[in-house]
């Protein structure tokens, strides 16, 4: 995929709000500061596509951006911030839940964690959701150039061999918003699993025809 063009579309706050459309949908998932903003901006080659909120942890709301006419990218809030009440957290768990749970086009959810610490317990609960609703998940190791190459393959076999357990993980990949090491394939997985989302309809399509 090349992405030539991005459109913010909407901040959705509540899921009535959704995109009334039936265009695939890759999402991006991880808690605050793990560095979700910068790998969308480098996946896009922008500067700043990633609204910047001026309080960290407070916009509680999926961010929508149009990719090239015909997909979406979904920034979902970080999680994870201390200083969330409780009340508000409770409240974006259900939302998240619901959103896992009934939006069909999702044909990827993006799980980004540091590539030093591995999955945290809410990343872990998170990928549990992701796994029990059935959304296929890749996890991405960002912030891979703090790591030492020898080293960022023992963390990969160590959490590949931990994320065993769940069925709807397509793979566990490194990433630097620093470098660009890991976009092109980052890509390629998001084409690949945006062309196996389209394989039912297109069946159809053909055997209608014929
Ligand atoms: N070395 C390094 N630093 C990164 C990388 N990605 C993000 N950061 C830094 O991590 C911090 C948080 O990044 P940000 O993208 O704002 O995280 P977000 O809160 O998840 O959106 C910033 O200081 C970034 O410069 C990376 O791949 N490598
Ligand atoms: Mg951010």
Redesign the pocket.
């Known amino acids: 995929m090349k992405i030539s063009t991005v459109d913010f579309v909407v901040g959705v706050a509540n899921l009535k709000q959704l995109p009334k459309t039936n265009l695939p949908e890759i999402i991006f998932i991880?808690r605050?500061?793990?560095?979700?903003?910068?790998?969308l901006n480098k996946l896009c080659n922008r500067k700043n596509i990633?609204r910047v909120s001026a309080t960290?942890g407070k916009t509680r709301e999926l961010n929508y951006y149009l990719m090239n006419k015909d997909l979406y990218f979904v920034d979902l809030p970080?999680y994870g911030y201390a200083k969330v009440a409780e009340h508000v957290k409770a409240g974006w768990t259900q939302m998240i839940e619901e959103f896992f749970h009934t939006r069909r086009q999702i044909a990827l959810a993006i799980q980004i964690v540091d590539a030093r610490l591995g999955p945290t317990e809410l990343d872990n609960t998170m990928m549990g959701w992701l796994d029990f609703y059935k959304v296929p998940f890749l996890l991405i190791l960002?912030?891979?150039?703090?790591l030492p190459k020898n080293k960022l393959i023992i963390q990969m076999n160590t959490i590949s061999g931990q994320l065993s357990k769940y069925k709807h993980l397509v793979g566990i990949q490194p990433?630097?918003?620093?470098t660009g090491d890991g976009r092109i394939d980052l890509l390629k997985t998001i084409d690949r699993q945006i062309e196996e989302k389209e394989l039912p309809s297109s069946k159809l399509v053909t055997s209608a025809v014929a």
């Open positions: 991880g605050s500061n793990v560095g979700k903003s910068s790998l990633a960290p970080g960002t912030k891979a150039d703090k990433f630097s918003a620093v």
